[in-house]
């Protein structure tokens, strides 16, 4: 049984930096890919970066990219979201998600994940 934990939200200033973790316990699949999306009470869930584990393969939603680095430790089963350059537009619930054998064309649709964290909170105050 895969389970998420997110962790790291919090408040911060328009500019700083913040760091969001998920941590897996269960088996992690060769194959498998882990998400972050993120939704906000005036938008639908998006997508913002996923990771393939075998190969480190990353993407990025055109609105982070060149902000937010995704990464893993393998060794801790968990995948990070470093956040630079934070905006007012960034504040959400950021879940992480996990799905096997996600294919490219797929790899940001919320329904290519099975297994969902609860999310963590993150406010950017301006």
């Known amino acids: 049984q895969v389970q998420l934990a997110e962790s790291g939200g919090g408040l911060v200033q328009a500019g700083d930096s913040l760091s969001v973790s998920c941590i897996a316990s269960g088996p992690t699949a060769a194959n498998s890919a882990t998400a972050w999306f993120r939704q906000s009470p005036r938008n639908e869930r998006e997508f913002v970066a996923a990771i393939r584990w075998s190969g480190g393969s990353t993407y990025y939603a055109d609105s982070v990219k060149g902000r937010f680095i995704i990464s893993t430790d393998a060794a801790k089963k968990t995948v990070l979201l470093q956040m630079n350059g934070l905006k007012s537009e960034d504040s959400a619930v950021y879940y992480c998600?996990?799905?096997?054998?996600?294919?490219?064309?797929?790899?940001?649709?919320?329904?290519?994940?099975?297994?969902w964290g609860q999310g963590t909170q993150v406010t950017v105050s301006t």
């Open positions: 998600a996990r799905g096997d054998g996600v294919v490219l064309s797929s790899i940001s649709t919320a329904s290519s994940y099975y297994y």
